[in-house]
């Protein structure tokens, strides 16, 4: 899909916190489970798609497609000439040092997805692993699907460090919209609690065509509850959506529909995720 230049201008400093790497397979290798999902994504083509829409910093987050290996990642910090974040996948078994180490790379959480992964999250484990990135200052990224947030609201309450609730938290808004348990988890846990909400991938949230409009009205209500609490991400290359997926251009665009004065985009665009990954000069 070619890409459009976005219409709004985003303020100096914004990051898209929500981005993956793939590839290319030559050098780093799919995991079998994972192959036909796995796109086309390289480092040079996510930057060229940065600097179209005029993003400037941006989030990493490591892909199942390449499993717990995290060099495709690393490999694009390292290349790259800006300033960059990640979220890791990894083992349960994985030391105090590597986790130390990836800390000075950059990256600053761990994803744990259970409807991508298959099977229930290990409550325990999570919790051991929440205990030891916490003197770190980093958080957990969770990705749940169908609404299932409702089935882990005690961990949520558990949890010892910030948590990011990927894609919207699960809420679907074909079930309810603000009016439904997974709403009011989110909701209650970004305006109260230890959680923020990431506006991302609202192409497969969505029930609707562009743009979106049932899944921007709760972009809205999680801004309106929580204005500090809210990231934005494209979830670029689309994975699981492929030839159709809506132009990142188109994605930006869609911003000041739920975030419409200046101050609430720079705080959503800007602001919270320079606080919460520590970019410097914000």
Known sequence: MAMKTAKFVPPAGTCDCHVHVYGPPSKFPFVESHRERSPDGPAVALEAM????????CVIVHPPGHGTDLAVTVDAMEKGDREYRAVALVEPMITDGQLEYLNGLGFRGIRYSPTLDGGALDRPAVLEMARRIQPMGWHLLLHFKNNA????????EALPVPFILDHFGSVDPATGGTDQDSFRVVAEHISKGNGWVKTSAIEKISRQSYPFDDAVEIAAAFVELAPDRVIWGTDWPHPGVGAQATGDANLLNLVPLYASDAETQRNILVDNPARLYGFNDS
């Open 50 to 57: 940065h600097q179209s829409i005029g993003v400037e910093r």
């Open 149 to 156: 947030i409702v089935d882990y609201t005690d961990l949520l």
